[in-house]
């Protein structure tokens, strides 16, 4: 029961996250900047995009128990930790990846959640 009610949160942050990667994309789109060309060079985009699709896909995967849905959702993590440790190391004002921050620590305790309750 654990296990479901952390892959569902899983699953909810990642399509939260996808939702935020798409009103993204739809901003720079109603500029006349957003056409895959462009975004594919967006490193940032890029990270957020490729992150959420993992995590939602982790999510959904670990509702069956699969290790498939654990590292699926470990490497969408790894995607976000990548991206505020970029930023950090970068010297990006604290304003631009503090929520970076915080949503990183809360998927790392989502991956151990999912982790320590896997089906064996």
């Not at 479901?4 to 949160?9: E, S």
């Not at 990667?21 to 739809?26: F, I």
């Not at 060079?41 to 939602?56: E, I, K, Q, W």
């Amino acid at each position: 029961m654990i296990r479901l009610c952390v892959a569902f949160t899983g699953f909810v942050v990642g399509l939260w996250l996808f939702n935020a990667a798409s009103v993204y994309q739809g901003l720079l789109a109603g500029r006349g900047q957003g056409d895959w060309s462009q975004l594919i060079n967006d490193a940032p985009f890029m990270l957020r995009f490729v992150g959420a699709v993992l995590l939602t896909a982790g999510g959904a995967f670990s509702f069956r128990g699969k290790w498939l849905g654990f590292l699926t959702f470990l490497v969408g993590t790894l995607c976000y930790v990548l991206l505020t440790a970029a930023m950090v190391l970068m010297g990006t004002d604290i304003s631009l990846w503090k929520d970076e921050a915080i949503l990183s620590g809360g998927l790392i305790l989502l991956c151990v959640g999912l982790f320590l309750t896997r089906s064996r």
